[in-house]
Nanobody, 121 residues
Framework: QVQLVESGGGLVQAGGSLRLSCAAS??????MGWFRQAPGKEREFVAA????????FYADSVKGRFTISKDNTKNTVYLRMNSLKPEDTAVYYC????????????????WGQGTQVTVSS
């Protein structure tokens, strides 16, 4: 079990920026990731970071705009979102130990409560 508490969501205009935070506690984990879900759509992978070596992974839709980072001393993962678009509007979820198979990322068992990101045109 990993307890995850997210913060940092809000309302921004297109082209603006937000920084999300997720503080973790409980069992050890090897990676952290971010997923998002818009109304009526499937939850989709956004970004992930390996906790030990710092390697990062991004969905094609956010490459060059979003940056995932971590602070091991605080057990916290961040998602800096720049050049936001209306299609980025979704609830963003922090996730412990996502997995990868055949080109697709899947969420692990532990999820944050979600934080709303709304981008206006």
């Amino acid at each position: 079990q990993v307890q995850l508490v997210e913060s940092g969501g809000g309302l921004v205009q297109a082209g603006g920026s937000l920084r999300l935070s997720c503080a973790a506690s409980g069992r050890a984990f090897s990676a952290m990731g971010w997923f998002r879900q818009a109304p009526g759509k499937e939850r989709e992978f956004v970004a992930a970071v390996n906790w030990s070596n710092g390697r990062t992974f991004y969905a094609d839709s956010v490459k060059g705009r979003f940056t995932i980072s971590k602070d091991n001393t605080k057990n916290t993962v961040y998602l800096r979102m720049n050049s936001l678009k209306p299609e980025d509007t979704a609830v963003y979820y922090c996730n412990a130990d996502p997995s990868y198979y055949s080109g697709t990322y899947y969420g692990g068992d532990s999820w944050g409560q979600g934080t709303q990101v709304t981008v206006s045109s």
